[in-house]
């Protein structure tokens, strides 16, 4: 069973603050890494997408991949209130683009 | 652009009931894909259509669950007879049709289900 494992939280920082986020993945062969933002009672929106190892930033929003080690990670800069959300660690499985969820850490930001 | 609609937001049913819920992806995406999430969990996929083929329907409890997408476009969930455990959010998304690995998935509102 491929999995993603995610601490549920919460996770609470105040504003301005760094929020790092981590997961790790079961399946080897996985080659896409995504990380979903899901406000309370909406559907999950991409906020980063990261297929190979390393860093990729875009704005506030830093992804980290170790493949060997199975690990991704998130990181947001100067987190805000509206950061407010469950954040969902996701990995590709298989030819078809298929994705697995991870259950989702809450982040509380706090001003 | 128009996203992704679905149908009804909200419905209760009583177990033993049938539903069915109704998904239109975004104009021009081949795969369109059927999620169940529990409260407290991630998504799970339950089926993935490419054009009006299915892909992927190993988590869909087929005594159950039945999903069709005729003509390529839209399509239906239909849950029969329901369950108390099937009280869940059913989420559809959609992407392009692209041998890329890891083309983003745009998601619905969502119809909120609860089974009493």
């Known amino acids: 069973q491929k999995e993603v494992e995610q601490n549920s939280g919460p996770l609470s920082v105040p504003e301005g603050a760094i929020a790092s986020l981590n997961c790790t993945y079961s399946d080897r062969g996985s080659q896409s890494f995504f990380w979903y933002r899901q406000y309370s009672g909406k559907s999950p929106e991409l906020i980063m997408s990261i297929y190979s190892n390393g860093d990729k930033e875009d704005g506030r929003f830093t992804a980290q991949l170790n493949k060997a080690s199975q690990y991704v990670s998130l990181l947001i800069r100067d987190s805000q209130p509206s950061d407010s959300a469950t954040y969902l660690c996701?990995?590709?499985?298989?030819?078809?683009?298929?994705?697995?969820f991870g259950a989702g850490t809450r982040l509380a930001v706090h001003p | 652009e128009a996203g992704v609609a679905q149908s009804p937001r909200y419905k209760i049913i009583e177990k033993r009931q049938s539903v069915a819920f109704w998904c239109n992806p975004i104009?021009?995406?081949?795969?369109l894909y059927w999620y169940q999430q529990i409260l407290g969990q991630g998504p799970k996929l339950l089926i993935q259509?490419?054009?009006?083929?299915?892909?992927?329907d190993s988590q869909l409890p087929k005594d159950r669950f039945s999903a069709e997408r005729l003509k390529g476009v839209d399509s239906t969930l239909k849950i029969q007879p329901a369950k108390l455990e099937d009280s869940a959010v059913y989420l559809c998304?959609?992407?392009?049709?692209?041998?890329?690995?890891?083309?983003?998935?745009?998601f619905g509102p969502g119809t909120r289900l609860t089974v009493t």
């Open positions: 104009s021009g995406h081949a795969t």
């Open positions: 998304a959609s992407s392009p049709i692209n041998y890329r690995v890891g083309y983003e998935q745009y």
């Open positions: 996701v990995m590709t499985s298989g030819g078809y683009n298929k994705l697995i």
């Open positions: 259509f490419q054009n009006n083929g299915v892909v992927d």
